[in-house]
């Protein structure tokens, strides 16, 4: 990973890449990665927007898709949308 992080949030997309997001220690992150297990490497991706608030966001993804943009959905906070396009 280029960014390092713990309690983030993992998916398996249906091409086998790995979706990770998140990750609240060393710091609040909202930063986006997907390994490539087909060629080793780490992809950095548009940040998800986060509201400006005090609240901690918490949950579990349920699902990523493969779409263009790929849409995050979570357990706590219902859809999340990458408004740049992954």
């Known amino acids: 990973m280029h960014e390092q992080r713990q309690f983030y949030s993992s998916a398996v997309l249906p091409d ?5 997001i ?5 710091k609040f992150s909202n930063t986006v990665e997907i390994y ?3 060629t080793g490497a780490w992809t950095t991706q548009d940040p998800i927007p986060t509201p400006v608030t005090n609240a901690f966001l918490n ?4 699902n990523a898709s493969t779409t263009t ?6 357990s706590s ?10």
């Open 16 to 20: 086998g890449r790995v979706f990770v």
């Open 22 to 26: 998140g990750g609240e220690h060393p």
């Open 36 to 38: 490539n297990p087909a």
């Open 59 to 62: 949950g579990f993804v349920t």
């Open 69 to 74: 943009p790929i849409t995050i959905t979570t």
């Open 77 to 86: 906070t219902g859809m999340l949308q990458n408004v740049h396009g992954l």
